[in-house]
């Protein structure tokens, strides 16, 4: 057992009374029950209707944030009642100020610095899903699905109703969320979990019904219950939303540039095959309306991860999340299914020219997700990508059929639980493809979880496979790639060109102390053989790994006379590769600070590579690992309060390594102004110097693996306008120009890789090592509006600019911007309507 496991058992006995002020005070009740209405509510945001009038009312809320389980400030009174239609809720959140409760207006799902009220429900009542409706006193929804207990989904958006008042006695808000937009199993009497949070923003203080603590992990599973649901029926909600797409586009042709105009259309369809299983669907589906990736340049040998955004695949993401590599300590994005594979950019882009396809297009794709009335939890997702060709025909990317099933069995209430996870990949490989991409590949992966004493402790794990098959070609590529480097020095496996399939596994195991008290920990094993391989339907930095990470934290439950909220961690990890070479081994500690003024302070600071340790990855790139010297890295944060119209927002990290002769320096400013009550904007400077003295170049045609002194500056300015004419009608501006440029100088080759001393390790050698100007320039404009429930017009213009040389350049930064908004624009314009049937 590590030493911050013991440290966190030993300060779990202590009484730390400046971080938990106190004994806890008595526990309320954790039952409401809901009124059956005899006629439909009208929602307007009063409460006089008749059903209002004999429904108990919910009063015993509890401040939780920043004193869990402390008197709230003001009152709440919440009542529930329902048909065989509709769940209702109304909530009366009194305030003797009414005049100082801010009603700001935001695009649907965007949090306003401003009150809000929020009802959870868990109606599977399995404590480890739900779903959430909040609004804010100027009546801007948002709504996110709960999974696995502690995570949320904010894409996903249900069809659901809600009016608020202000009077004097506060204000008011009565929500109205169909049935049909929740999956239950229907039984004579049903009891959902059932949860109301209430933001008092100007105090920033949040009370719950019922009591929701900080030092327990988890959101449904902290939820009350929901009874008296009597006779609740089985909707199927079928749901229908055809659309049409128009699309105007600038098409190169030659040194010139045309138009394309593009007419298409499509549907998404969700039915509910039965009342806890929900049939998605989407055909030929287009997401223009999406923002543009930010502009990034990658130097490393390791993939760029980049967000989902398309609301298909975003909208209940968490079933079917399986992560890897994945802790406390660090944490990756990397995980057996990521989405973006689906409707990827060309492989094989170099068949194609300035006219060919930027991503394949996707025939259709369909889901289906549920809970089974035993506690299973399954989701089965399809796709088929459309065969993408360039010059001469030449395939780029060929016709791909993705799978994914995810099943997942709970016991003891959720407490414990296992689960598996199956992707499969084939592709339609012909001449062009059949050498360079795998014909087939297939993961199977098991992971369990068991919560222990309470529920304070846990054990986790999971075991996974991996299967590839193509030609010797293709599966040559893989064992080369940067994910494997199958052919380095001392890897402990052998490069076989013969190969027409590949193998790999890997295992993790956690040991976790999730809540009960001020501290938390985790320990965790994990490895991944050198053939592991998962990046045609999920995302993998990195196979040939094992690690062991340990994090401990400190969580302060109440205020104090110098801060509202505080956090420490201390962290230590180790990495080797499959075969024992020691690649890293660091501790960190980071401290995060809310003062009493509402601003937030946080920083840390990192030691790595300590003791003898070597870079198996980015350093030689395929050859032999190369032995590191000690870094030291440390970087802070200063956030404004939330609460005035301007708030600031400042971040830097600082690493120094290589002797002291490389360092990096990356500090982010932004300020958020709020115009008006419906106009926000925010502008965010980026700027990067980063000095890497033995940059990696690759191995040359003899054999070399090269290095140069690199100096690079890189500069981007991210600005956003929100603005707001009503709560269905947005319009959103987004703009972003980039310029990385930099210099490389001192060539150098790799001469003794084990050598202790920095100097030893390299030598001169002839090779002109060049530069590079990348500058990219991308914007969005958004007009979306809400015409009817569910039912949306999206107007956009996308405009892209960018320009890539293998020199610096002569000019400075400000002239490299200047010389962005020169090159051509290709410009995009989209108009994109859909209309909802639900019956």
């Known amino acids: 057992m ?8 030993a300060v779990q006995t202590a009484t730390l009374q400046q971080f938990t002020g106190g004994p806890l005070a008595p526990a309320t009740t954790t039952t409401a029950t809901a009124a059956r209405a005899t006629h439909p ?62 009603k700001l207006l935001a695009r649907r799902d965007v949090r306003a610095a401003t009150d809000q009220l929020k009802i959870m429900i868990d109606s599977y009542h399995d404590r480890r899903s739900g779903f959430e409706f909040a609004v804010n006193p100027a009546g801007v929804k948002r709504d996110y699905a709960i999974y696995n207990d502690t995570q949320e989904d904010d894409a996903w958006d249900a069809v659901w109703d809600v009016a608020t008042r202000v009077d004097s006695l506060g204000w008011t808000a009565e929500f109205r969320v169909p049935l049909s937009q929740l999956r239950y199993v229907p039984r004579d009497s049903n009891t959902f979990g059932f949860g109301i949070w209430r933001d008092i923003q100007r105090y920033t203080e949040r009370v719950s019904w019922p009591v929701y603590r900080n030092s327990q992990t ?12 009597v006779g609740l029926p089985s909707p199927r909600r079928p749901e229908l939303a055809p659309y049409v797409v128009t699309k105007n586009l600038s098409v190169p042709t030659g040194s010139e540039f045309d138009r394309s105009q593009k007419l298409t259309a499509g549907a998404d369809v969700k039915y509910g095959i039965t009342s806890n299983l929900t049939l998605d669907a989407t055909v030929n589906p287009d997401f223009g309306q999406v923002e543009a990736d930010p502009a990034v340049l990658n130097l490393t040998v390791f993939e760029t991860f980049f967000q989902e955004r398309r609301p298909f695949f975003v909208q209940g993401a968490g079933i079917f999340r399986f992560d890897v590599n994945c802790n406390q300590v660090n944490c990756n994005n990397e995980g057996l299914f990521y989405s973006r594979r689906v409707g990827r950019a060309p492989q094989l882009s ?15 794709a369909a889901k289906l997700t549920g809970r089974l009335p035993g506690g299973q939890t399954i989701g089965v997702l399809d796709a088929v990508t459309q065969r993408a060709a360039g010059t001469l025909d030449r395939t780029m990317e060929p016709t791909t059929n993705y799978v994914v099933v995810r099943g ?34 297939y993961v199977g992966a098991f992971d369990f979880r068991h919560r222990f004493l309470q529920g304070h402790y846990q054990v986790s794990g999971s075991l996974d496979f991996s299967r590839l098959a193509g030609t010797d070609s293709a599966i040559a590529l893989t064992q080369l790639d940067p994910v494997h480097y199958y052919q380095r020095p001392g890897s402990g496996v052998s490069f076989d060109p013969t190969r027409t399939t590949l193998t790999g596994n890997a295992q993790e195991l956690f040991f976790s102390k999730l809540g009960g008290g001020i501290t938390r920990f985790e320990t965790s094993y994990q ?4 053939g592991f391989e998962v990046n045609d339907l999920g995302f993998l930095l990195q196979a040939d790994q094992q690690s062991w990470n340990t994090w401990f934290g400190l969580t302060a439950l109440h205020p104090t006379s110098l801060y509202q909220q505080a956090w420490w961690n201390f962290n230590w990890w180790q990495y080797w590769t499959a075969a024992g070479t020691p690649v890293e081994r660091a501790a960190n500690t980071n401290g995060h600070v809310q003062l009493n003024n509402r601003w937030f302070v946080m920083g840390g600071v990192t030691l790595g590579q300590l003791g003898t340790t070597f870079c198996d990855r980015n350093c030689s790139r ?51 102004f709020r115009v008006a009550s419906q106009l926000n904007t925010s502008l965010t400077l980026s700027a990067t110097h980063n000095v890497k003295d033995v940059q990696p170049l690759g191995p040359d045609s003899a054999g070399a693996y090269r290095f140069a002194h690199l100096e690079q500056k890189t500069v981007s300015l991210t600005g956003r306008v929100d603005y707001t004419l009503t709560t269905t009608l947005t319009l959103q501006l987004y703009a972003q120009p ?76 400000s002239g490299d911007f200047h010389d962005l908004f020169r090159l051509h624009p290709n410009n995009t314009f989209l108009v994109k309507a859909s209309y909802w049937f639900n019956w």
Not at 350 to 364: L, N, Q, R
Not at 409 to 417: H, I, K
Not at 527 to 530: E, L, T
Not at 627 to 652: I, M, N
């Open 527 to 530: 490895r991944r053989s050198q």
């Open 41 to 102: 509510v009208v929602i307007a945001g009063r409460d006089d209707d008749d059903v209002w009038r004999s429904a108990p009312a919910i009063t015993q809320f509890r401040e939780f944030q920043p004193r869990e389980n402390g008197d709230p400030r003001f009152a709440t009174e919440a009542k529930v009642a329902y048909d065989d239609r509709n769940l209702y809720v109304f909530i009366r959140a009194f305030d003797p100020h009414p005049d100082s409760i801010l």
């Open 2 to 9: 590590s030493i911050a496991v013991l440290l966190a058992i």
């Open 218 to 229: 988890g959101i449904s599973s902290q939820l009350g219950e929901l009874r008296g649901l």
């Open 738 to 813: 980039f310029v990385s440029k930099g210099t490389y100088s001192n060539p150098r080759q790799l001469a003794d890789p084990n050598a202790a001393a920095y100097d030893d390790r390299y030598k001169p050698y002839a090779f002109s090592p060049g530069g590079f100007n990348d500058k990219e320039f991308n914007s969005t404009a958004v007009l979306r509006w809400e015409y009817r429930p569910g039912s949306t017009l999206f107007v956009v213009w996308t405009q892209g600019r960018s320009d890539y040389v293998g020199l610096e350049g002569p000019h400075s930064l």
């Open 350 to 364: 170099f068949y194609g020219d300035a006219g060919s396809p930027v991503a394949t297009t996707i025939y259709g």
């Open 622 to 672: 395929g050859g032999p690992a190369v032995r590191v010297d000690p870094y030291v890295s440390a970087w802070g944060e200063v956030d404004g309060d939330s609460r005035p119209a301007l708030v600031p927002y400042a971040w830097f990290n600082f690493w120094r390594g290589d002797v002291g002769r490389s360092q990096n320096f990356n500090g982010n400013t932004q300020v958020t």
């Open 408 to 441: 997942q069995q709970d016991f003891r209430n959720g407490e414990s639980g296992a689960g598996i996870m199956l992707t499969g990949v084939n592709r339609n490989l012909d001449q062009w493809t059949e050498n360079n991409l795998r014909r087939s590949a």
